[in-house]
């Protein structure tokens, strides 16, 4: 029954997007990818408002710190197993804005980060194949015996 | 008695692609107040400005926003140009209308598409991104990039269009054209969706003005004021009229914007039809030196910038005045009085670009 | 500013006003009933005072107000005339540390910035307290 769980989960991977202080380039990419040209809903990819619903968590930009806070309400928020994607030279390591006061070069600082797509900004075929390989991730931590969803609900409270 | 409660909209929202929130004062389903809460995305670039040497700066400006990177850049050029002083060739300034009004084209249909989201009409949303990746696509076939062009450069523009690809813009132009006429009757003369806009966050001439909106909100209030008016790049040889609506709701903000489509392209036309021959550009020599203000047309309204260069290699100042900023106080005064259900669809009317705000 | 070696005039800003920073509001009410559209503020650190322009824009026309205000000086916030200045004031306030007073909305140094940050990050001298 698992099994099928996770190859089901695979198949479909639910996106949920924050623009953590972008150009906004990267995040119409982030959208074009939905619409009819690349239309990544062919992969099952669904961008979805409710972390509660993801399993992916798309970041673009180059963080500061008051977003960083929602960044990490949202991240705890999404269920296990779960990845995290960072999109664009600025959610890498800041890009062009690395000098800039307000800015803390990078999501990588914030979350652990599974798949990093660069690029300035990076095609929507990027960013598909990005979130791809952020659910063989997901994939492969719902398979681990031990992962988190899979324990006890005590033995989740003592690995905190 | 009804209770008044405090709604935090955004900064992530289903329907809000950007990180705004705004606190809502509710009175039952009411809206009472609205305050704007930003910072979100505040990376402090004027202060990178000042870092970074006047050439560089091309690209720190570009990635203000990348909806409407190369108008960012054409401002910052064309102050720069004046403190130079630096005389553009005539053809660069063609084709920066060229790339400045596909640049503006592709916006407006990105906000049609995100507007008709708003409120839930979600085939008219792809129907309006895919016509969107028709202009993406001559982007990529002219400056070999999608968003972030980098085409415009001080002292004229960093790549020419060749007849081929002008030919093929002109096919393409076309083709959206036909495609606009099929989507914008079902966005403007749908019963259900007039029902969701018409007389919604109505906006009248004289608020309009003592709040300082700018853009197709300033213009859908019935002031014809469009910073292309001023005759920058090659604006003053071209004929075009300021498109105005004067009802200043959401219905009147989104004609507007969707007639300019119309008014781009026939701007590309011209511009293609009357591009004269010669050089690109023009070889920068000095430093710029003293204070300049510059304004250009945006998707979303008036961009000003303001140079002050001291003769040095670094500029002393770079104040970004973008149009979301000024638009932010007209929504604040929209809001009171609406229905939360109508909160997207108003937030939504202003085009909001909240990484130009922030800067 | 010094002349240039050419001593050719330099480019400055055009329709540009100084006033005494006393006058201010005055005159920015004066702009209110000629029914000018206020476009924003922009502060400059000049060391030992801010040079603040205020934009205003009459039919595509720019018109400017420039004040220069001693840095511990108090001025007086115009958004009770035009309501829109109420965010760049904020911002100002908070990048440069221009005391700004009596705003209609007033975040109180986080418009911007959270407590974290470090405080006037666009100003070129540090402010004490």
Known sequence: MFNFVHKCRKKSPWIVHFDAGACNGCDIEVLACLTPVYDVERFGIINVGNPKHADVLVVTGTCNRRNARVLRNLYEQMPEPRAVVAVGACALSGGIFHECYNVLKGVDGILPVDVYVPGCAPRPEAIAEGVLMAMERVEQRSREPHSQMQAEPAEREERR | ?359 | ?129
């Open chain 3, 1 to 129: 500013m010094s002349a240039p070696p050419g001593g050719a005039a330099l480019p400055d800003i055009e329709a540009c006003e100084e006033i005494e920073l006393s006058a201010l509001r005055a005159a920015v009410q004066r702009c209110r009933d000629q029914r000018l559209r206020f476009i924003t503020i922009t502060c400059m650190d000049m060391g030992e005072t801010f040079a603040l322009y205020y934009h205003f824009d009459e039919k595509l026309k720019m018109r400017h107000l420039l004040v220069h205000a001693p840095r511990a000086a108090e001025v007086a916030s115009i958004s009770d005339i035009y309501f829109a200045a109420f965010l760049v004031e904020n911002e100002v306030r908070e990048l440069f540390g221009v005391n700004i007073t009596g705003m209609a909305i007033d975040y109180h140094g986080h418009l911007l910035l959270t407590e974290d940050n470090e405080p006037t990050p666009m100003a070129k001298v540090r402010m004490e307290g």
């Open chain 2, 1 to 359: 008695m009804a209770l008044k409660t405090v709604i935090p909209f955004g900064p992530q929202h289903p329907v809000l692609p950007e990180p705004i929130q705004l606190k809502l004062v509710m009175k039952d389903e009411v809206v009472q107040e609205a305050i704007p809460h930003i910072g979100y995305v505040h990376r402090g670039i004027e202060k990178a400005a000042e870092k970074m040497d006047y050439v560089q700066n091309v690209f720190l400006v570009e990635r203000i926003c990348g909806i409407c990177s190369f108008l960012h850049a054409l401002c910052y050029c064309e102050a720069i140009e004046k403190l130079l002083p630096c005389e553009v060739p005539p053809r660069a300034r063609y084709l920066r209308v060229i790339w400045g009004e596909l640049h503006r084209l592709q916006s407006q249909h990105l906000w049609l598409g995100l507007f008709a989201d708003a409120f839930g009409y979600e085939s008219l949303f792809m129907e309006f991104w895919r016509n969107r990746e028709r202009v993406m696509d001559l982007f990529e076939k002219t400056a070999g990039s999608r968003i972030i062009i980098s085409t415009c450069c001080i002292g004229g523009v960093r790549r020419d269009i060749s007849d081929e690809h002008l030919e093929e813009i002109l096919q393409t132009l076309k083709e959206v054209e036909r495609a606009l006429d099929h989507s914008i009757p079902a966005l403007l003369e749908d019963y259900t969706v007039r029902k969701r806009i018409v007389g919604k966050g109505v906006l009248t001439a004289e608020k309009a003005v003592e709040l300082g909106a700018v853009g197709p909100v300033l213009r859908a209030s019935g002031i014809a004021e469009d910073t292309r008016m001023t005759g920058y790049a090659a604006y003053d040889e071209l004929d075009f009229k300021p498109v105005v609506e004067t009802a200043g709701d959401c219905y009147a903000r989104a004609k507007v914007r969707a007639l300019e489509c119309y008014q781009g392209i026939e701007l590309i036309r011209q511009a293609i039809q009357r591009l004269p021959d010669g050089e690109i550009a023009a070889r920068p020599r000095g430093r710029p030196n003293g204070r300049v203000v510059t304004r250009v047309e945006q998707p979303r309204g008036e961009l000003l910038y303001m140079v002050a260069a001291n003769g040095s290699q670094k500029l002393e100042r770079m104040r970004v005045r973008t149009p979301t900023f000024a638009n932010v106080p007209p929504l604040v005064a929209m809001l009171p009085g609406c229905e939360f259900a109508d909160v997207p669809v108003i937030t939504l009317s202003i085009d909001p670009c909240i990484s130009c705000t922030e800067r």
